[in-house]
């Protein structure tokens, strides 16, 4: 078996989450330009003017670029849908991610090559033969169990069942991030409270908060066993990845368009470690051990294995928003880098900086870099710490920019 025959999908919503992903060795980015996909209101998204940088600095790299286009569409859209389409078939965008048959039937029309969102819920072996006419990949819906998986590969292998490139279709899942209370996103909830649709990429999070239940009779009110019933902890594979190996899928998607580089760079750090460990017939409760360590010091809601191994029932959170074993707080900036003598030069905006305290420094062409402060210098004399506002020196071997972003990292 051999690590080329998968592929692993890191999330990007940003040039600093690109960086990452490529640092920690992806094989494939996706992500999301202007209105039409599913993180169309999230903090972090590309233009329609970042689309040919993006896509050249995957290729650059050799990694594919695909582009989501993968939230229901109107009428009055179908116009920036095409010329959305158009352009990424002009840059070179490897397939677009789509749920609405518009998208679908015009991408076939131009020849543009197709990938199933999870959105349209790909759970049986029919509904998959009918879309093999339009994608050669399939992301199937999150809600299946790994026998239900393998039982799908099984069958495209017998049955021999191709995409339009004529290859056999190929299978995609996620191994990590968010989960939906709603089978694979189908939600109403923030559309109800809100006028703000989840399946128009303006989801407000509604589920992942607080509630209590009242007795209308009497008007007690209790909360349930003080957990976030309807919002579930993320998922995570890591534990059985040789499962996941088994149960025929070859393409391997990290959630978390929305999330920053940090996360980014760690989960696909962890994944490709697993991926290579499993393969090499070396998967043991150690290295697992190792790998939730990591997994934890970013975002996180706490890991179960979603419904893969069988569950009926979700495992919910039991706090509001990350459970990150690590911080990072807001130090300061990147204002020069000395090259020949790997030397930063860092102007401390917000909190001061102290002697030994972990970094971490993010830039859209920098990505993650991580070092220890151990020597700093202020007007070439060594210091303990520095004061906000003051100008400070710090050698740092990797290549930075200037105006990079650089945080302090502490244990929670």
């Known amino acids: 078996m051999k690590r080329d025959r998968f592929e692993l999908l890191a999330p990007v919503g940003s040039f600093e989450s690109l960086a990452a992903a490529i640092q920690a060795g992806a094989n494939g980015i996706y992500f999301g330009v202007e209105q039409l996909n599913m993180r169309a209101k999230s903090s972090y998204n590309f233009t329609l003017n970042d689309l040919e940088t993006v896509v050249a600095t995957a290729h650059k790299n050799n990694i594919k670029a695909y582009l989501t286009v993968n939230t229901i569409i109107y009428d009055h859209e179908i116009k920036l849908m095409q010329t959305l389409v158009d352009e990424a078939k002009r840059v070179g965008v490897d397939a677009i991610i789509v749920s609405d048959q518009a998208a679908m039937l015009y991408a076939k029309k131009i020849k543009m090559p197709v990938h199933i969102s999870t959105q349209l819920n790909v759970s049986n072996l029919e509904t998959l033969r009918f879309y093999s006419q339009y994608a050669d990949t399939m992301v199937l819906a999150r809600e299946l169990s790994l026998n239900q998986v393998r039982y799908l590969t099984q069958k495209i292998k017998e049955e021999q069942i191709t995409g339009p490139s004529g290859e056999l279709v190929k299978v995609e899942i996620f191994i990590h991030g968010a989960l939906c209370m709603a089978i694979s996103g ?227």
């Open 186 to 412: 189908k939600c109403y909830l923030s559309l109800h409270e809100f006028n703000s649709s989840a399946n128009r990429g303006a989801c407000q999070q509604t589920c992942r908060r607080s509630y209590d239940v009242t007795d209308n009779e009497t008007g007690y009110q209790l909360t349930v066993d003080n957990e976030y019933i309807m919002s579930p902890k993320d998922l995570a594979t890591f534990f059985f990845f040789d499962q996941i190996i088994d149960s025929g899928a070859t393409v391997f998607k990290i959630e978390g368009r929305a999330r920053s580089a940090d996360y980014v760079k760690k989960t696909v750090e962890v994944y490709n470690d697993v991926i290579n460990t499993v393969i090499a017939g070396k998967f043991s409760k150690e290295k697992i051990v190792f790998w939730e360590k990591g997994l934890k010091t970013v975002y996180n809601r706490g890991f179960w294995d979603g419904y893969y191994l069988g569950r009926k029932m979700g495992e919910w959170s039991k706090v509001y928003g990350s459970k990150a074993t690590h911080r990072k707080t807001y130090i300061g900036r990147i204002t020069n880098y000395f090259k020949k003598i790997g030397v930063a030069e860092i102007t401390v905006d917000a909190v001061g900086l102290k002697k030994k305290d972990k970094l971490m420094i993010i830039g859209p062409t920098t990505g993650v870099v991580e070092t220890v402060a151990l020597k700093i210098l202020v007007d070439d004399k060594e210091v303990d710490t520095v004061e906000t506002g003051v100008k400070c020196s710090l050698a740092v071997p990797t290549l930075l920019r200037r105006s990079d972003k650089v945080y302090k990292i502490e244990k929670v």
